[in-house]
């Protein structure tokens, strides 16, 4: 079946510091791809999106490439700051038979930026 | 503020028990979808519901259940708890029937947290 693959955690890093959080995914046929964030105390938001292979989501400074030779979409951020602390999960969307379709999150991941 | 309201935040409850959590999705959304989240297995989708009927489902147990009614909030009962079952429980909504199309975005609430002691 479906599946996702975040990189373990947790992240701390310092203010300004470079991002990347790695995310792999198994599944067949063409899935679309998503990152979202939880803040501390609040549900999931989209933070990105891409829909096809070799689209980029960008959101917010982040960005993610959607690579289908390699099954990934890693999230990535030039200069992360104290806000960005949050927890970021990868997920896949594919449609089943019929009119079904669900998402498939990653475990997630823990980011902490320190100032 | 996604406009998704889920009551209580905070549920704390014995073994054996049966509780039941309610989602009010965002205005004009006929989709409701129930996820839990718990540390070892991430997000997992339980079930959906479009405009009152079952849509699609997930890896819910059979001590779990839900319905959406026709004002579209909708409630997950949970029956027979275990400790396992300690997670957090999210509600989202979207505005389509599904499947989640490219342009379909899920709003999701602040989840309610249970914990089975």
């Known amino acids: 079946g479906d599946s996702v693959t975040q990189m373990e955690g947790p992240i701390t890093l310092p203010e300004e510091a470079f991002l990347t959080i790695n995310c792999t995914y198994t599944?067949?046929?063409?899935?679309?791809l998503f990152w979202y964030v939880q803040y501390p105390g609040e549900g999931l938001q989209l933070l990105l999106k891409a829909t096809k292979a070799d689209d980029k989501g960008s959101n917010k400074g982040f960005e993610a490439t959607y690579r289908k030779e390699t099954t990934s979409f890693h999230l990535e951020k030039g200069s992360v700051q104290v806000s960005d602390s949050a927890v970021y999960f990868c997920?896949?969307?594919?449609?089943?038979?019929?009119?079904?379709?669900?998402?498939?999150f990653g475990k997630g991941i823990t980011l902490s930026v320190r100032p | 503020d996604s406009g998704v309201t889920q009551t209580p935040k905070h549920l704390i409850t014995a073994t054996g028990q049966r509780v039941t959590l309610r989602c009010s999705p965002r205005?004009?959304?006929?989709?409701v979808y129930w996820y839990q989240q718990s540390l070892d297995q991430g997000l997992q989708f339980l079930i959906q519901y479009y405009n009152g009927e079952e849509r699609a489902k997930g890896n819910i147990l059979e001590r779990f259940s839900a319905q959406q009614f026709p004002d579209l909030h909708s409630e997950l009962n949970l029956s027979s708890l275990e400790l396992g079952d300690s997670a957090l429980y999210f509600c989202?909504?979207?505005?389509?029937?599904?499947?989640?199309?490219?342009?379909?975005?899920?709003?999701f609430g602040s989840g309610t947290q249970l914990s089975v002691l």
């Open positions: 997920a896949l969307s594919r449609i089943y038979t019929g009119a079904n379709s669900k998402l498939t």
């Open positions: 599944a067949t046929g063409y899935p679309s």
């Open positions: 205005s004009g959304d006929l989709s």
């Open positions: 989202a909504s979207s505005g389509g029937r599904g499947p989640l199309s490219t342009n379909e975005k899920l709003f």
